[in-house]
């Protein structure tokens, strides 16, 4: 039977060098904070139960985490062993492996971290360290060997010789350890050295002394064990993560017309066969069925669009898009609105709050807002919904087959009957009945011989 594998995050640390009031691992990349994808590679991975270290601003990170993961707090900042030693009380008496990862580090793969549990596994060892060489290992731990190429300890940057600098090979940050062995071996670091902090990396050095095993894991892909320490690095992290959900989306059926300039969030869901043009944005629980054409410069947020659906130039949030829709350019989609299906949306077209029924038509210049519209509707172009009278907003209503004239003020509350008509340029302040014409503005008057001198005239 398989041990029992707990991880802990470590996530006290400041993140001073993100020069940020927000703690570090809740900065996002690509959508998600850095925690949050941490948290479901581990579980993916298989750990068992999860316990996060916090500290610095500890309770914005406990509200974000929420009940995903246990708590252990680090009150004062005094290095990695130290936060690992906070989850002491939640390791002692077992006798599984814990997986040791850090809050920064967003790109590991599930993958890679069950490696590096079943190396620890396999070779029956005290830990076992995901390692990678790095182009540029500037600011990582090095991994330093003997002659005979065996690991004998992890040295820190500020810490470092200049010949354990030129080491390439670097620790990731991400451990697993047999529990017991960990419990013996954490208590006994210091902190002499040159930041003064408890190193958790110490704890290598002192296993191999006392002959345990350690095993270095090589990572496959050094990329996705970077760590995030400042902005410059969130935006290389968020490029990896958006180019990877680009490249699963395409996988599955869905083309990408230039997958750099796109920018679809970890959470959003697309349908086989949608085609996505350049300047997309896809953001939050977004979802996006089969067969649709969006973008290009269209930029979803939260919302839910069906089948065939062609976007153009579209910015939507928190709303509702059913299926065969032409929208665009230049549409603005606001909350609470409902799109039902076979609509025409033209352009210069701003609907919130509405529930627009199947085959209606808004095609140029409207503000549609706080209404629920019929089906088979035309609105002409310039129609306003007048639902804001400096303190409350009102509803408009407009039932199946209305014509809206061009230019219709529809001032709300107010109710048009089906089939009815507002003639162009009409003020609408009280309720149309069905199949009726309204009329709400002067008749045309045409007084003959206005001009009558030459002050006129060419
Ligand atoms: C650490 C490793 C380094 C490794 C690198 C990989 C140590 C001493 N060094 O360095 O070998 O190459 O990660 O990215 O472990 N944290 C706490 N409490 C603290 C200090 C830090 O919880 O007192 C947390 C941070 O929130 C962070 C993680 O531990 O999530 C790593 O801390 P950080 O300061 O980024 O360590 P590095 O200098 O990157
Ligand atoms: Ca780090």
Not at 105 to 111: A, E, F, N, Q, V
Not at 122 to 139: I, K, Q, R, S
Not at 223 to 240: C, F, H, Y
Not at 436 to 446: C, D, T
Request: glycine share 10%; with cysteine; hydrophobic share 35%.
């Amino acid at each position: 039977m398989e041990k029992e594998i707990t991880a802990v995050i470590l996530a006290a640390g400041m993140g001073t060098r993100m020069k940020s009031e927000i703690p570090k691992v809740l900065h996002k990349v690509n959508g998600v904070p850095m925690i949050e994808q941490v948290i479901r590679v581990v579980k993916e991975a298989g750990c068992t139960s999860c316990v996060t270290i916090t500290g610095y601003k500890g309770d914005m990170v406990r509200e974000a985490v929420g009940d995903q993961t246990a708590f252990a707090e680090q009150k004062e900042q005094l290095g990695t062993g130290h936060a690992l030693m906070q989850a002491a009380p939640v390791l002692e008496g077992k006798d599984g492996y814990v997986l040791v990862i850090c809050g920064d580090t967003p790109l590991l793969r599930s993958g890679t971290i069950r490696r590096l549990i079943e190396a620890c596994e396999e070779n029956h060892a005290a830990a076992a360290v995901l390692t990678a060489v790095m182009e540029d290992p500037f600011g990582y731990g090095r991994v330093i060997r003997d002659c005979e190429g065996h690991m004998t300890c992890i040295v820190e940057q500020k810490d470092g010789t200049p010949e354990q600098l030129a080491v390439r090979e670097i620790n990731t940050g991400t451990y697993c350890f047999d529990i017991r062995s960990l419990l013996e071996a954490l208590p006994k670091i210091g902190c002499n050295n040159a930041q003064g902090e408890y190193y958790l990396t110490d704890v290598f050095g002192l296993m191999i002394q006392d002959g345990l095993i350690v095993v270095p894991v090589a990572a496959e892909d050094a990329e996705e064990t970077m760590g995030v320490n400042s902005r410059v690095q969130l935006a290389a992290a968020d490029r990896v993560l958006r180019l990877r959900k680009a490249e699963e989306l395409m996988l599955s059926g869905v083309s990408i017309i230039d997958p750099e300039r796109v920018y679809i969030q970890q959470d959003v869901t697309v349908g086989q066969d949608t085609v996505i043009y350049p300047g997309t944005i896809l953001e939050g629980r977004t979802s996006v069925g089969c067969g649709c054409r969006i973008g290009p410069d269209t930029e979803l947020d939260n919302v839910v669009c069906g089948d065939d659906n062609h976007l153009n130039r579209v910015y939507a949030h928190d709303c509702t898009i059913g299926s065969h829709n032409e929208m665009g350019p230049f549409v603005h989609l606001r909350p609470g609105t409902v799109m039902h299906d076979h609509i025409k949306v033209g352009n210069f077209v701003e609907v919130k709050n509405s529930d627009i029924g199947d085959g209606t038509k808004l095609p140029h210049l409207i503000y549609c807002g706080d209404a629920d519209v019929g089906e088979k509707v035309n609105f002409g172009c310039g129609t306003v919904t007048v639902n804001f009278d400096g303190k409350k907003k009102y509803r408009t209503v407009v039932e199946d087959h209305a014509f809206i004239g061009c230019n219709t003020n529809l001032v709300a509350p107010v109710h048009i009957g089906k089939r009815a008509f507002t003639a162009a340029g009409s003020t609408i302040t009280k309720d149309v009945p069905a199949e009726a014409l309204s009329v709400a503005r002067a008749r045309q008057k045409n007084i003959e011989n206005w001009v009558k001198d030459d002050t006129y005239k060419d």
